[in-house]
């Protein structure tokens, strides 16, 4: 059996003493992991880095195999970043979040496409909301997003103010005050209005790690990736 298809790199982990298994988060077949032969060699080394974009082909003689990656760089991002350490934090994180956390082998372009426009923006002046943004919305795709529809309280929607990290969903300023010490303040951005700002990054990246460590990391005995903290130590 074999495929092509484009992917993002998510990971490369050493295999015995040549090889590495590759974790790519492809456009029509999900999360898939494949062996590279010879991966640990300098001539493929730099093929295989976190975040690069790739034309993959995979094969395997059938379709449950580990099989095999060869594969071809289409943009080397990582590269581009590599004296921003904030901006390589995000990418990193984000690699790593969805390596643990998109379905395995189960078509979904909206996480690829998800990524995609993340890396497209990595190397722009608000690359910081645009990650929180990211990190939010994959919560979203599985199932975990938070809700700025309404006051949770039946407060005044135009006034909303805070974050319930119970329910995810928005409070009104009036609503939350008696509470507003166990509630997150809510970041302007995600309701479209102001431009954000590190501050307002900050609160994002909270909120977004409460509900990923809550949803999707703890269920399984695991924590957030430890890149992130780096992230998060950008803004802080």
């Known amino acids: 059996m074999h495929w092509e298809d484009e992917g993002i790199l998510l990971s490369a982990r050493p295999f015995g003493e040549n090889d590495l298994v590759a974790q790519v988060l492809t456009r029509q077949h999900g999360r898939h992991a494949g062996l590279v032969r010879g991966g640990q060699s300098l001539k493929k080394r730099s093929t295989y880095e976190p975040g690069n974009r790739l034309h993959v082909r995979w094969g395997g003689r059938l379709s449950e195999h580990l099989g095999h990656y060869d594969a071809e760089v289409l943009d080397n991002i990582s590269g581009r970043l590599f004296d921003e350490p904030g901006r390589l934090a995000a990418l990193l994180s984000a690699a790593a979040i969805c390596e643990q956390s998109v379905p395995e082998r189960e078509e979904n372009p909206s ?49 909303l103010a805070y974050i319930s990290p119970k329910s995810g969903r928005a409070v009104s300023l009036a609503a939350g005050e008696p509470y507003k010490d166990k509630l997150f303040p809510l970041p302007m951005f995600l309701l479209g209005q102001g431009g954000g700002g590190i501050t307002e990054i900050y609160q994002g990246l909270e909120i977004a790690g409460h509900f990923l460590e809550r949803h999707l990391f703890h269920p399984h005995d695991k924590t957030l990736p430890s890149v992130r903290d780096r992230l998060v130590e950008n803004f802080s």
Do not use: K, M, P
């Open 111 to 159: 996480f690829f496409e998800g990524f995609l426009v993340l890396l497209e923006h990595l190397e722009s002046d608000f690359w910081g909301e645009i990650y929180v943004r990211w990190e939010l919305a994959q919560l979203s795709a599985l199932g975990f997003g938070i809700d700025l529809s309404a006051c949770a309280g039946g407060g005044n929607n135009d006034q």
